[in-house]
């Protein structure tokens, strides 16, 4: 049987995107910065944070894939559905990531950021599960601390299910 166990409430998160609203206005605000929304699992963030900005700025989305389904998913090759359509060079680019596991993937949109040519380029993650890295990866902005755990919610999915819950979920599997 699967359980959700609630880790952050609507108001813990609406708390934690005002206060990265906040930090990032402080430091782009004459930059007119790139928000790169990472799909799918940015698209829920994004709205909100795009809308505690209050500072001119624009938005543009990648869309990975990793290899595997549910779980297995953060542990495999990152794979390129929908990439850029207009070039980077010389922007201000803030990667926006839902969370930052592994830091695979974060690691790879890295590299492919810098082969583009930007100016400069941040992460900005509203989740982060520090005790999972494996690949090193700086986070500029971030929202909430996670445990070791697979959470759902808040554009969050677990095979596409749970993206719509309003908080941030511990997925268990009992049984
Ligand atoms: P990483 O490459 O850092 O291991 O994982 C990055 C991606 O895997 C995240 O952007 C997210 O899409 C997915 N992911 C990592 N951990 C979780 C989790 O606990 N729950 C869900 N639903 N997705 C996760
Ligand atoms: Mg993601």
Known sequence: MTTLEILFTPGDIETAVARLAREIERDYREKQPLLLGVLKGCFVFMADLVR??????????????????GRAATSGRVRVV??????????????VEDIVDSGTTLDFILGYLRRRGAASVRVCALFSKEASRRVPVPVDYLGLSVPDCFVVGYGLDYDERFRYLRGLYRLKEDG
């Open 82 to 95: 929908h990439g850029l359509r207009a070039g980077i060079k010389g922007r201000h680019v803030l990667v």
């Open 52 to 69: 505690a900005l209050d500072m001119p700025l624009e938005t543009e989305f990648i869309h990975l894939s990793s290899y595997g389904r």
